[in-house]
């Protein structure tokens, strides 16, 4: 199955849940507990969003064919694969090279196209992906009509849904006469130019797939407004929880592929009014109001920095801060204290909530880790938080222990000179 085939299945899949849901409304307004016309507008609004979702479908299923004509059509060669390893899919630059058609290759592991001495190194790449993915791997292919050449094989995992992924690969023969520098620059404008496309694509699909979620919200909080139905306000509660799971995932998406692709914006922040709206933000989850917050701000100078970018900093680690607590104990808290000069600017962000392990506190800001099963979220909030904060040329420190709670620690440079 390609890519593309996938992408638009997973959207149907939405549309098609999506639909269920609207159904499930109409037809309970219209059951006899509840006759047509008992609230047309509840109806009319559904059937309006309805149709707004199925625009907003059909311009996702156009993105998705042009990723799908991206890979077939590229000259370079290109594999997919599934989690086991094994090829799903491939371009006709690959087959060409592998000496094979794309029916044979498929449900082939990729390292069957190795010699034996190579073969080991797959295994060793994969169980320490994706650290292992900073470099590509250099072995030895061998087609099926016996040639063998060099290869650097490079991998980037696309992430489908909360527990789903595949690896798209790139395969870029090595010509052993060049210079190895000439090599490398030539790989490196490759991939660069790859990332780009598929940035390109991440950012407009993430951006499509977030209007039908604000469209649904609108019509539960139009719901929740005119009715009195106990269970149907049960039901409403429920689908906003869905929605707003799928909608922070989506946003997670977006800030990922919009850090990497926009430039810094510097602006004068007010850093005690941006936290006391962060928290406005998040008042949906639960418990918020069970926390007692501490803020408090000891400036000599005024923070320049780009306040979007700090804004998602913020919003995720507080976000944590609150989903993660320890509600048992008497005084559950967060405390925030931050100190500016001209140089630069210190966030402390303190709580007593659940903790981290100690095993898991170094790779909590790796892209997709999950320190415990019991994580809602998409795996990607800590590692935005990192690649963010070292685009605005600051770093981070974390000190947590179960039990105890969690301290993150934000270094920022203050960007005067930027203005």
């Known amino acids: 199955m390609d890519e593309g085939k996938v992408f638009r299945e997973k959207q149907q899949t939405l549309l098609n849940t999506l639909k269920e849901v609207f159904e499930l409304f109409s037809n309970d307004y219209s059951s006899k507990q509840h006759p047509p016309d008992s609230n047309p507008a509840i109806l009319k609004k559904i059937q309006e969003y309805q149709s707004v979702l199925l625009q907003q479908h059909q311009e996702i299923s156009d993105m998705a064919s042009y990723f799908e004509a991206l890979f077939h059509q590229a ?54 992906f994706p650290e292992s993915a900073t470099k590509p791997l250099r072995i030895k292919i ?51 130019q790859e990332n780009a496309e598929l940035e390109k694509f991440m950012y407009s699909a993430s951006h499509d797939l977030r209007s039908p979620m604000v469209s649904i919200m609108g019509v539960i909080n139009v719901a929740r407004m005119e009715t009195q139905d106990e269970q149907m306000i049960v039901y409403l509660n429920f689908i906003e929880m869905s929605v707003r799971k799928l909608d922070n995932f989506v946003q997670d998406l977006i800030n990922l592929s919009k850090n990497s692709a926009t430039d810094i914006r510097v602006e004068k ?59 048992g104990q008497e005084d559950p808290f967060i405390a925030i204290s931050i100190r500016v000069d001209n140089q630069q600017a210190v966030i402390s962000l303190q709580d007593n909530g659940q903790g981290i392990a100690e095993e898991h506190v170094h790779k909590i800001f790796n892209k997709f880790y999950r320190a415990s099963q019991n994580s809602k979220g998409s795996g990607l909030g800590l590692f935005i938080v990192k690649e963010t904060i070292e685009k605005l040329g600051g770093n981070i420190q974390v000190n947590s222990a179960i039990g105890k709670g969690t301290t993150f620690k934000i270094t920022l440079p203050n960007l005067l000179s930027r203005i």
């Open 75 to 128: 000259p370079v060669p290109y594999l997919l694969l599934d989690h086991n390893h094994k090829i799903v899919d491939s371009n006709p630059a690959a087959t060409q090279l592998l000496g094979t058609s794309a029916e044979k290759l498929a449900g082939k592991e990729i390292s069957e196209f190795s010699t034996e001495e190579h073969k080991h190194l797959f295994s060793n790449f994969f169980n320490h």
């Open 269 to 327: 922040i007010k850093l005690r009014e941006l936290i006391h709206g962060i928290f406005d933000q998040l008042h949906y989850i639960e418990n918020v109001k069970r926390i007692r917050k501490v803020i408090e701000v000891h400036d000599t100078a005024e923070l320049h920095s780009d306040k979007e970018r700090l804004n998602v900093v913020l919003s995720n680690l507080l976000s944590n801060a609150i989903k993660y607590h320890h509600y």
């Open 142 to 192: 061998v087609t099926r009509d016996e040639n063998s050449f060099l290869a650097h094989v490079y991998y980037n995992r696309i992430y489908k849904a909360e527990n789903s992924f595949q690896y798209l690969t790139i395969l870029h023969t090595i010509d052993e006469s060049k210079p190895n520098e000439e090599v490398l620059i030539q790989e490196k404008q490759l991939l660069q």
